[in-house]
């Protein structure tokens, strides 16, 4: 069965960084996109990054220059390396894998909660 586990979150005070991790399991991962998207309280869950299968990265206009994410394929791990973060960031942030047209998994998330 396929897992997504998400850790590395907690509570940092604004314009300071934290690096979120997802390993996968049970899975091809090279073949998958995977990604990363967050949803706050009261909000609807977005898209943060994503970054395909050959390496190509895209991301929300509001983490852009802030946030970078990673993979490695041979350890089955995606990451989100996050600075200067600001409130607005807090957030529980969820690990997605996706293999276009039907497939799609989650993890449970991890809470990042930015504040002073």
């Known amino acids: 069965q396929v897992q997504l586990v998400e850790s590395g979150g907690g509570l940092v005070q604004p314009g300071g960084s934290l690096r979120l991790s997802c390993a996968a399991s049970d899975i091809r991962f090279s073949a998958y996109a995977m990604g990363w998207y967050r949803q706050a309280p009261g909000k609807q869950r977005e898209l943060v990054a994503t970054?395909?299968?050959?390496?190509?990265?895209n991301y929300a206009d509001s983490v852009k220059g802030r946030f970078t994410i990673s993979r490695d394929n041979a350890k089955k791990m995606v990451y989100l390396q996050m600075n200067s973060l600001k409130s607005e960031d807090t957030a529980m942030y969820y690990c997605n894998a996706r293999r276009a047209p039907t497939v799609d998994f989650w993890g449970k998330g991890t809470l990042v909660t930015v504040s002073s």
């Open positions: 970054i395909s299968s050959g390496g190509s990265t």
